[in-house]
């Protein structure tokens, strides 16, 4: 069999979908001669009739054979054209927790948008687990995430340690100290963050070892909120990233006490499925996050 050329393709699939040679010449914006002559050479071509003409064009045994290799080249064509696209315009979508897409993201972004202009970055604040649910479900590319949450089927690197502190108003208690262990903030108020999850059944395991009932009156879905909760009000303390205190010692009367537990040396990550690839793009945007950290991959 002679292979067909896109026109061929084209024609026969609309045939299929049309079952009449006028109707096929309408949709193709071409005469009905033409459709029947081009018909005729395609069978000649394939040296078998591919469909009736009594009437309703009907597809015969052959055809139909014919129109499945038509409809697989057609599907091969527009997924190399979205491929291409791809290439052309590479897309990145990256989720985060808000403190670290304000603290390690924007450089990156704009460094990469210079190194290539025609990329498109889609960023989104996220939770720890919706972050992992995104990743999975290849909804982002990559996530930025606080700590290893041991889920199948999903890839870490690491790019940076981030120490966990206790942040609070210089009228607390524990204000007075340097470090402590986190028991002692288990007995005060928490103000808690989904997005250290990983850290929540460490201390449900210490609490319990203590006999310790603790108190999270307030509970929010990022480092920022849960900072500025706890350095502008007396609600309680929170466990969270040293970079994001650091940002409120200075502008509210707040305390940052450093946590002895090891736990506390905390890993940041990025993770992506285990199956499949990123994109050269989305390599580099984890590289020149990495970077302007002083973390290289």
Avoid at 58 to 85: D, F, K, S
Avoid at 86 to 95: G, T, V, W
């Amino acid at each position: 069999m002679r292979q067909l050329d896109p026109k061929d393709i084209e024609l026969i699939i609309a045939l299929s979908r049309e079952f009449s040679i006028t109707a096929t010449g309408q949709r193709l914006g071409v005469t009905t001669a033409a459709v029947s002559q081009r018909l005729t050479r395609i069978e000649e071509k394939i040296g078998a009739t591919l469909a009736s003409r009594d009437g309703r064009v009907i597809l015969t045994q052959a055809g139909h054979e014919v129109l499945n290799y038509c409809l697989q080249y057609q599907q091969n064509t527009m997924g190399l054209e979205r491929t291409l696209q791809r290439l052309k315009e590479p897309s990145i979508f990256l989720a985060a927790d808000l403190s670290l897409l304000l603290n390690d993201v924007p450089r990156a972004v704009e460094q990469l948008l210079i190194d290539l202009p025609n990329a498109k970055v889609t960023l989104k604040n996220a939770d720890f687990s919706d972050i992992i649910r995104f990743v999975i479900d290849g909804i982002a590319d990559i996530g930025i995430i606080a700590g290893d949450p041991h889920v199948e089927g999903l890839r870490l690197l690491p790019y940076r340690k981030e120490r966990v502190c206790l942040l609070m108003s210089t009228s607390h208690p524990l204000s007075r100290y340097k470090e402590v262990p986190a028991s002692s903030a288990l007995m005060y108020p928490l103000i808690q963050v989904s997005t250290l999850e990983h850290i929540t059944p460490i201390l449900s395991a210490m609490a319990e070892e203590l006999k310790i009932t603790t108190s999270a009156p307030v509970s929010v879905d990022s480092f920022t909120l849960q900072a500025r909760f706890a350095a502008q009000t007396n609600i309680g303390i929170a466990i969270t990233l040293e970079t994001e205190a650091q940002q409120y010692i200075t502008k509210y009367p707040a305390k940052i006490v450093q946590l002895i537990d090891k736990w506390a040396d905390n890993q940041l990550y990025f993770c992506m499925r285990e199956a499949g690839t990123l994109n050269d793009a989305a390599i580099k945007l984890m590289k020149l996050i990495a970077t302007s950290k002083n973390k290289p991959i």
